[in-house]
Structures are given as structure tokens and as C-alpha cells.
């Protein structure tokens, strides 16, 4: 089993910047590949960027040349640049790891981008 926990969330104005992490724990070493998606509220969830164990990266169109994804072997954590913050971006930010035959998720994290 892998466990996730966000950070890094919070309230920012349109135009500024945040930086999510996502700390996971467990059996690293089983994760094909992560990512982090969000929903905003009375919408359904989306994927915004996901990175794989060899450091492809994949971003939706809406986050394209603002977001970008990185990973820390290290640390163990995964993390989102979120530039030029828009507050079409506020919704709860979810972190998520895939292994073989199953996959586990986050609690989330808030960002509230106010205009």
C-alpha cells in the first residue's frame, strides 16, 4: 500500500503562485506513475498533470505553459508549480499513485485563487 498527503494549499490572489507537495509513504517502490487532479466544486474531477516513474510528463490543455509537475526520488514527494493562478483553478487538489492493479489517493489539499 502507498499513503499520500498533500500540502501547500491555500488562498492566493489571481496572478500569484502556490506549490502543492504530495508525500508518499509505503511501497514506493511499486509506483508506476503519479498525479495530481482536481474538482472543483459541483464539477468532476480532472486529471492536471501526471508523471511517470521515467519523468514523462502529461498536463491538460488548461494548465499547459502554467503548471508543471516534478517529482523528488529523494524525498519521496511529488510536487505542482501552479503559476499565473487564475480563479478558474480553485477546486481541491488531489494527489494520486498508480501501482500494478490498484491505485491510491490523497486527501487533498484546498486552493481558493480569488480574483
Known amino acids: 500500500q502507498v499513503q499520500l498527503v498533500e500540502s501547500g494549499g491555500g488562498l492566493v490572489q489571481a496572478g500569484g503562485s502556490l506549490r502543492l507537495s504530495c508525500a508518499a509513504s509505503?511501497?514506493?517502490?511499486?509506483?508506476?506513475?503519479m498525479g495530481w487532479y482536481r474538482q472543483a466544486p459541483g464539477k468532476q474531477r480532472e486529471l492536471v498533470a501526471s508523471?511517470?516513474?521515467?519523468?514523462?510528463?502529461n498536463y491538460a490543455d488548461s494548465v499547459k505553459g502554467r503548471f508543471t509537475i516534478s517529482g523528488d526520488n529523494a524525498k519521496n514527494t511529488m510536487y505542482l508549480q501552479m503559476n499565473s493562478l487564475k480563479p478558474e483553478d480553485t477546486a481541491r487538489y488531489s494527489c494520486?499513485?498508480?501501482?500494478?492493479?490498484?491505485?491510491?489517493w490523497g486527501k487533498g489539499t484546498l486552493v481558493t485563487v480569488s480574483s
Open positions: 494520486n499513485a498508480v501501482m500494478y492493479g490498484m491505485n491510491s
Open positions: 508523471i511517470t516513474r521515467d519523468g514523462i510528463t
Open positions: 509505503g511501497s514506493i517502490f511499486s509506483i508506476k506513475s
